[in-house]
Structure formats: C-alpha cells, structure tokens
C-alpha cells in the first residue's frame, strides 16, 4: 500500500486516499511540475485465486480506455508496472457517485435521473459502436459520478469490460454485481452484449428513482410505480420495465432505440396512450381525422427508425436537414451538431466535409462567407469536447485520418481562394498539404501554385486603388521571388490543360476560371505595364471562354458559368480600353 505523501514515479505525489476495494486503492495526486490532480489506482498483484481475472479485467480496463474518446469517459494518461502492484493513472473526476447521493438524499427525481439515463445511453451507445464493440457489464450507481455541476455524470471502472466476440457462445467468467447484471451474466446463458447494458441500465434507474437497490427485493425488479406512486403509469416506468426483461430479445435492441424513449418519455403515459385510442376511434367517424392519424403513425415510424442508427448518424443527419439557404442563422445549429457528431468521431471526413458544403450551401448563390460562417465551421475544428481535451478536433482528424484531412484541408483552401475571396487564408491551407503524398499530382500541383499566389497577391496589388507596384516583387516562404509578370503566367499554368482534371472537381475549374478572368478584368493595367502585351490577355480570355463552352456543367452551376461569362466580356472591354486609351497606362 502506498503511503500519503510519497511521489510516484517521480512525479506524482498522493495526497489522500479516495476510495478502496477488494484488491485495489484510489489516491488523489498531484503533479506538482503540471500542478494537474489525477487519480491513481492501484492493483495489488498478490490478490489469491481472483487475481488473475483481476489482472485480465485491468489489462482490459486500460488498454479500451486508452482508445476511447468520449466527454463521459475517463482518460488513462500512464500506466507504471511496480513489482507488487499496477499503477493506473488516469482524470481525477471530481464530485459523488450516484450511489453516495442514493445514500444520502434517497430517491431522485424523475427529471434528473431521465437526464443521467440519456448521457449513459449515448456513452453506451459510443462503446457499443467500437469495432470490436465494448460491453461494459458493471453498470450500477456506484460505477457513475455525477460532477460537481450537478448536470453531467462520467461512467468509471472498466474492469469488467469486455469487448464483444460474435463467434463465441458464451462468456467463460461472470463478473458483474449481482442485482444489477442481466441473467446472461451469470454463465450459461449466452454471451454478454450491448442488451446486457441496458439491462444493467435499466436496473440502476430502478434503484434511483425507488431508492430501492435490486437486492433490496430479492433481486426482482418490481414496476417502478409500487415502490413510487407518483410514477404509476408513467413513460420512465414502461422504459424501465423493457430494459430489465430477463430474454434479451424482449428488451430494447440497442441504444438508439433506448434513447428515442428517454428522449419521449413525456408521451409514453397511460394517459398518452388513452388519448391516441381516443384518435383511433375518432378515425372511424371523420375521414379528416384518418389522414391526421395516418400521418401521425407514418411520422412515428420515421421517427423511430432513425432513433434505431448509431447517435453518429443521427447527428449527422440532423446536421444536413438543419441547412437552410434562406437562413444563415442555421449554420450555428448545423455547427452545433456537426459538433456532437464529431465528439463521438473525430476523425471521420464526413463530419468536416459535411460542414465545410453546409457552409457553401447557406451562404445560397453567395459566393462570400460571412463572419458568422467562419465562426461556425472553426467552432468544429477548434472544439476540445465537453472535457476539454488537449487536442482539438481538427488536430486529431488530422493524426488520425492523414489522408482525409488532407482532402478536407486542400477543399477548404479552394474554397477560400474561390468562395470567400480570403487569399491570405487560402495560403495558410494550401501551406499544410504542399507536398502531402495523400493527393494526387495534379492537387499537389494545385496546391503549391496557389499558394504561391495566394501567399504574393497580397503584397503585390497591395495600391490604395488595387493596382500593382510593378517594380515590386515579393518574396514568399520558400524564397522565391514573384513579380506582377511572373503572377500573371502562374495563373495561365493554372489555367492550362484539362482544368477539371487537374482540380479534381467542376466546381474548382469554374473558379480557377473566373479567376483567371477576373485578375484581367481587375489587373489588366498593372499586366501591361509588367510588359503583357494585349494578345496575351485576350488569347487568355479566349481560351477560358473556349473551355467554358466544352465543359459539362450541373445545373446548380449554370448561374456561376454564365456569370463568368459576363465577367469575360468585361474584361476584354477593358483590356481593349486599357491599350487604347494612354492615359490609362
């Protein structure tokens, strides 16, 4: 046993001790160079005939936890193998197990247990989506803290997760706590999986809304109203019941459908149900109330299928129908889901793709981002999670998907080159990728000339009026000067070949293009006192509406086309003014 005061490991040093088991210790420590709080457990290895299961349940316990990211898990940062004991050292979660606060206040309220319930069920949920998934088995008031906010709870001890083995037949040893754990854990009846924790779930809002434990009644779970009246009838009793039914097959399937009940709970009573057989005898007498009522059951069933997808895809789901181009006050709910979808996984490119064309797509025919846009879209790239996390979202798709990021990340350089008109922006992005092996040449190609542009524009045509020092030049971070001559043949590279080839996307050759007509139309007399003569510029031009008049173009990109069109017209106008008119140059 380790002794209050002493530092481990050179660094932790233990303050008090916060709880003990059978064959392991809880200490509060602190690294006192970080001046951080940890928790330390420590697992004797000299437990007699339990301690290899012990071990087996502690090995697991860290090496799942080390893999797992979500805001009501505890983190594992170091694990230190002593010669009499394992020394896990993972976030001190501050505030009182459920099971202190049973103990003290009894039973608690519908409210505040349903809202425990859904944070547990999303943290399943997570587990369960693992590949392998992750049963969790233990669930029970004791194993949840609810932190000193009052709101949010966090889920410890792992040792007696498992993950899920779908050729096995059986668990081969029971761990659990009796009352709560489902009849399979007791051997003999199947193996343990995601079922087994809602049963386990199940159990423990028992407990909390009767003050009763499962052990308290013979281990038979009661309906919630005879222990507590007040809750005959109600949705949270009918929840509770489907949970803890003995055959899994009887209870809810997975997590998502659990979660839909949580989250209706409200229209679950036998006064909800006395209302909707009310409507169906109504439908007999009023053909209008039928369609109602058919529309009703139809929206229903929607409804709960989708509450049966992983939380993942519900969110995102939700992220995409939340998109509304006539309002861009809905990018900040569609960031706000995106969000959740992201602390669930961080590192899957449809969270950041998916927001990177919501963004495009409130911002309508726009081709700008406002501010409230840019706010929305680095809200997701920024978010830590609900814990705070030292890596943020974009920094862990990054380590983690190198390969999708490196697509997001050169699609958010385009985009702010093209849409938002943000250069200097779009050099920051373009910067990240240069060179990144996970795009192909042509992107490569795309991505070092634009970001050479974009890094030169800035200083080149920096004029009050928008017009070029020519005999300026500017030199970039790699140290190669660019003169307004040598800009102007650096888009004509871009402009070169098969464009949408080389950019990957319709979309990005349009761009390129009205680029390209664009910085004639804006920039042709700074181009011809570099010495561009005006052939060069129309031969341009005309090569751009060539390519303009060949391409496939969507529909939704018709208006763009057609506006770079106009804007080509305009610029030979002053490309032609431009040359005839000396007082111009």
């Known amino acids: 046993m380790l002794k209050i005061g002493s530092v481990v490991d050179g660094k932790y040093r233990l303050l008090s001790e916060i709880g003990h088991g059978g064959m392991s210790v809880v200490y509060l420590a602190i690294n006192e160079r970080a001046n951080k709080t940890w928790a330390i457990k420590e697992v004797r290895k000299d437990g007699g005939n339990d301690s290899e299961v012990v071990q087996q349940g502690l090995i697991a316990e860290t090496e799942m936890l ?30 009182k197990s459920l099971q202190s606060i049973l103990n003290h206040n009894g039973p ?21 989506s693992r590949t392998p998934s992750i049963i969790y088995r233990d669930m029970k008031p004791a194993n949840v803290m609810l932190n000193p906010d009052g709101k949010n709870v966090t889920l410890i001890d792992f040792g007696t997760a498992r993950e899920y083995k779908q050729h096995s037949q ?32 199940g159990a423990t809002m028992y407990h909390l809304l009767t003050g009763k434990s499962p052990a308290d009644t013979q281990f038979v779970i009661y309906p919630v109203g005879q222990l507590n009246p007040s809750l005959a009838g109600s949705g949270i009793e009918k929840i509770v019941a489907k949970c803890c039914e003995p055959r899994p097959e ?51 069933m929607t409804l709960k299928n989708k509450a049966t997808e992983q939380s993942f895809d519900l969110y995102i789901n939700q992220a995409k129908n939340a998109v509304d181009t006539t309002n861009p006050d809905s ?4 960031s706000d889901f995106y969000i959740k979808a992201a602390r669930i996984n961080p590192s899957n490119e449809i969270v950041y793709n998916g927001m990177l064309q919501a963004v495009k797509d409130v911002g309508g025919e726009e081709k700008d981002f406002t501010q409230e846009e840019i706010e929305a879209l680095n809200a997701l790239l920024d978010d830590r999670g609900e814990k705070n996390a030292l890596t943020r979202n974009i920094d862990y798709f990054e380590q983690n998907n190198p390969a999708g990021y490196a697509n997001f990340a050169y699609e958010l350089a385009i985009t702010y080159y093209g849409y938002a008109k943000n250069r200097k922006k779009a050099a920051e992005w373009f910067n990240k990728v240069r060179g ?41 971070t790699n140290q190669n000067e660019m003169s ?43 181009f011809m006192k570099a010495g561009i003569t005006e052939e ?50």
């Open 484 to 526: 307004v001559e040598t800009f102007f043949y650096e888009m004509v590279r871009l402009t070169d070949g098969n464009v949408s080839e080389r950019m990957g996307k319709t979309e990005f050759a349009l761009i390129m293009y009205h680029e390209m007509a664009y910085q004639i139309y804006e920039h042709c007399i700074d």
């Open 536 to 585: 060069q510029m129309i031969e341009q031009l005309d090569k751009v509406d060539r390519a303009l008049d060949e391409m496939q173009v969507a529909e939704e990109h018709r208006p763009y086309l057609l506006e770079i069109k106009n804007l080509i017209t305009n610029a030979r106008n002053n490309v032609n003014q431009a040359f005839r008119d000396p007082t111009r140059g």
């Open 66 to 95: 080390k893999k797992l990211h979500h805001p009501h898990l505890p983190s594992i940062v170091d694990v230190i193998d002593c010669q009499d004991s394992f020394l896990i050292v993972m976030d001190y979660i501050e505030g």
């Open 170 to 201: 059986g668990d081969t040893t029971w761990l659990g706590t009796r009352g709560y754990a489902a009849p399979e854990q007791f051997g003999g009846h199947g193996q343990t999986d995601g079922r087994t924790d809602i049963y386990c779930l």
């Open 250 to 300: 009887d209870r809810y399937q997975n997590c998502a459908e659990l979660m839909f009940d949580l989250e209706n709970e409200a229209n679950m009573t036998d006064a909800a149900d006395r209302r909707r057989r009310l409507r169906l005898a109504l439908f007999v007498l009023s053909c209008l109330m039928a369609v109602f009522s058919l529309v009703g059951m139809i929206v229903f």
């Open 436 to 476: 990144n092996t996970h795009l192909n040449e042509n992107q490569r190609e795309v991505a070092d000339a634009l970001y050479t542009i974009g890094d030169a524009y800035q200083s080149i045509f920096s004029g009050e009026a928008g017009q070029a020092d020519v005999g300026k030049s500017i030199v970039d």
């Open 108 to 128: 608690q309220s519908k409210e505040n247990v349903i809202e425990w319930a859904k944070q547990l069920c999303d943290t399943l949920g997570y587990l369960h």
């Open 331 to 334: 990018i900040r709910t569609v």
